[in-house]
């Protein structure tokens, strides 16, 4: 460990950094009382690049990485995080620093973080250490179960669907809003059934508890509440002598009020955003926290603001520049680089998806053949089944690729099914997974699984419950077995991961008989396995695995080795912070982006420009922002799936035409459409007659 005046450390390490980035990488380090920090900059200004030398410059001064608590947008974040600072802290300390990296355990999301804090703090909450998380999907379940539990389901009136009541309940928990607020705002056609939405989450609440299940929303919720015992709240803000957030703009009103109990004189508290990227608003996240957070200390926060970029050509950066600087309002400031001008971004017209789709594929051939890899470019959508023509092209030409976002590996029903299984050995009284999984087993119907789970529900001991039920007859010799796997699983005797192995095989039977396809299914368990191998433990393999997903990779194309060269296919929202040498952006047309809002509300249609800005702010070199003249929507409501004429993006309006190169692709699609007066471009009963003279 090097002493903070030493010699050494005011050359090495920092001196990459422009001045206002060591300022901030700096601020504060072993200086008593020194105020929070904020910095707030715009697109590829080096925050997150800031954020890790300041890691970096902690560590390498003697703080101990173990009572550092970084908090990233996803777990692949933070992990990048913390090889960035393991590569500065090298310089200074050699091959000790991956020590030192390795012992940075509290990074990670504030979901997956807030787990482990709720975990190890259960039994003071009076909560069941051994709970488990219900993914989005698994919380719309058991919304609708009790739902039809509550009879609503059979109202004469249409009830909001589950997903709606649980965007609803989501929206009343993050934003910290009263319902009548939440549904006068954004679900104005769900007033008139505020009281049964009332009483419904009352129920799922109570659902909720009975199993020991904690949905997404309850880990940031039970955070908060538990930062309110002033007790629990000094005792966990004391393990930490530094909090950090990258990404701040896209937190909600709960992340901020944790953040403020960690840390309530902000001492020890970083935060790093821009309000130009904010683009979680539909997940109750406000930029209001990132503006507000100089003011929320007395004295407030030291603010430091970073002004060049260096990720873009000068080309792409203005022309970003010009598509944000029509935002309504914005704090940020434009950047500048001293990169070169680059090529013009390009906005390429194609007809229809399927040219869009061969468009890409082709231009991502030719890059690689002017010697770019794979992994160098990206193709961004605003919805993940945007993409679904380009795979299918992608695996057509055999061009391996990664999707991020969107429908996950672990959507796949016998992933589902094994996870079900290792959950309900982890917590038997979640309902949710014990239903799915009793259901496998032939002649186990709905009913009889509800009996057996009110039983394990209402018992002191769930597995001895479950030992005692009375036999599904027609299960025959599949439910002593089901009884004997459960009873090996739960005993813990098999080591972590092996686990997963003797689940999978009491599975293999029961994939064998529901799926045609079993062989493909059961390489992806085994891949499965190997994932799992990656975790210390059950607990946390489930925990982490359900919060922050592996990507997906597709069905088609097999799975790519990490070692292979692929395309990087992402939701906007899933590639932030991120960057690639060439981006392509999909479907930059009204209807896509912004999305059909119908009635969109301005500050709706305000974060879509700010996804448009994201997704353009991550090319270094090159960027094709692609605009087919027809698309396929999947239409709600009576419009129904149907082709539309599309518009180039709003966002893009002729005023900023100059800062782009139009194409067109293929060449035939940039003729000018015939006048109508024109008549028939071929006349076909002429040649019909012609063909018998
Ligand atoms: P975003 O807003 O998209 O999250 P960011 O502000 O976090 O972007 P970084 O990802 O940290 O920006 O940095 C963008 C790029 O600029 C990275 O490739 C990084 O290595 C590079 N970079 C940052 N600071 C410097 C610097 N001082 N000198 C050279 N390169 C830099
Ligand atoms: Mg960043």
Request: aromatic share 8%.
């Amino acid at each position: 460990m090097l002493a903070l005046d030493s010699p050494l450390l005011a050359t090495s390490y920092l001196d990459n950094l422009n001045p206002a980035q060591r300022r901030a990488a700096t601020y504060g380090v072993g200086v008593p009382a020194a105020l929070p920090l904020l910095v707030i900059a715009g697109a590829g200004s080096g925050k997150t690049n800031t954020l890790a030398h300041r890691v970096a410059h902690l560590i390498v001064t003697g703080a101990d990485p173990r009572r550092i608590l970084l908090m990233t947008f996803s777990r692949r974040a933070a992990t990048e995080m913390i090889r960035r600072v393991e590569r500065i802290a090298r310089k200074v300390i050699g091959e000790g620093a991956a020590v030192l990296t390795d012992a940075l355990t509290w990074a990670g999301t504030f979901h997956g973080l807030g787990a482990r804090l709720l975990r190890e703090n259960a039994e003071q909450l009076g909560l069941a250490p051994s709970f488990t998380i219900h993914d989005r999907e698994d919380s719309a379940d058991l919304m609708n179960l009790v739902r039809h539990e509550l009879g609503f389901s059979k109202t004469e009136a249409r009830f909001p669907t589950k997903g709606t009541c649980l965007s609803i309940y989501s929206r009343c928990v993050n934003a910290e809003t009263e319902i009548d607020r939440v549904l006068a705002r954004s679900y104005p056609w769900c007033v008139n059934w505020a009281a049964e939405l009332k009483s419904l989450f009352a129920a799922y609440v109570e659902a909720k508890q009975r199993q020991s299940v904690l949905d997404y929303d309850d880990l940031l919720l039970y955070w908060a509440q538990m930062m309110t015992d002033p007790d629990l709240a000094s005792d966990i803000g004391e393990r930490f002598d530094h909090v950090m957030v990258d990404e701040y703009q896209d937190t909600n009103r709960l992340q901020a009020s944790i953040l403020l109990a960690l840390k309530p004189d902000g001492q020890g508290l970083t935060v790093v955003g821009d309000d130009a990227q904010s683009i979680y608003a539909f997940r109750a996240a406000t930029v209001r926290n990132i503006l507000d957070f100089p003011a929320a200390f007395s004295p407030p926060a030291e603010v430091i603001t970073l002004d060049q970029n260096y990720r873009s050509s000068q080309a792409i950066l203005s022309a970003a520049n010009a598509v944000i600087d029509l935002a309504a309002e914005r704090f940020t400031k434009n950047l500048w680089t001293e990169r070169a001008a680059g090529s013009a971004p390009q906005l390429v017209n194609v007809r229809d998806e399927a040219d869009q789709a061969r468009f890409i594929a082709e231009r991502v051939l030719e890059n690689r053949e002017a010697g770019a890899t794979l992994k160098e470019q990206a193709v961004l959508f605003r919805a993940s089944h945007h993409s679904g023509p380009l795979e299918i092209e992608l695996t057509r030409r055999n061009i391996p690729f990664v999707k991020f976002g969107g429908l996950k590996f672990l959507d796949a029903a016998h992933v589902k099914d094994m996870l079900a299984l290792l959950r309900f050995v982890e917590n038997p009284r979640d309902r949710v997974a014990g239903f799915r999984l009793m259901q496998l087993l032939p002649g186990v119907g709905p009913t009889t699984a509800q009996r057996v789970l009110d039983q394990i529900e209402l018992a002191s001991e769930p597995l001895a419950a479950l030992g005692a039920a009375e036999p599904p007859q027609r299960a025959g010799a599949d439910w002593p077995d089901f009884l004997a796997t459960i009873a090996a699983l739960a005993s813990g005797h098999a080591a972590w991961p092996a686990d997963l192995e003797r689940a999978r095989l009491w599975y293999a039977p029961h994939l064998e008989r529901k799926h045609e396809d079993a062989a493909s299914r059961q390489a992806d368990l085994i891949q499965l396995e190997q994932i799992a191998a990656g975790y210390p433990s059950r607990e946390r393999f489930l925990t982490e695995l359900t919060l922050d997903p592996p990507n997906a990779t597709s069905d088609r194309a097999g799975p790519p080795h990490l070692d292979e060269d692929y395309l990087i296919l992402s939701t906007i929202h899933s590639a932030k912070g991120q960057e690639w040498s060439s981006v392509f952006v999909m479907n930059v047309v009204d209807g896509c982006i912004p999305v059909d809002l119908g009635v969109g509300a301005p500050d709706e249609i305000e974060e879509e420009r700010r996804l448009l800005y994201v997704a353009m702010t991550r090319a270094k070199d090159h960027l094709d922002l692609i605009v087919p003249q027809r698309f396929f929507t999947h239409g709600q409501s009576s419009t129904g799936d149907r082709h539309v004429y599309a518009a180039r993006s709003r966002f893009i309006p002729t005023k900023l035409l100059g800062r782009f190169e139009q194409t067109a692709w293929p060449r035939a699609a940039a003729q000018p459409a015939r006048p109508p007066s024109a008549g028939p471009r071929i006349d076909l009963q002429a040649r019909m007659r012609g063909m018998w003279r």
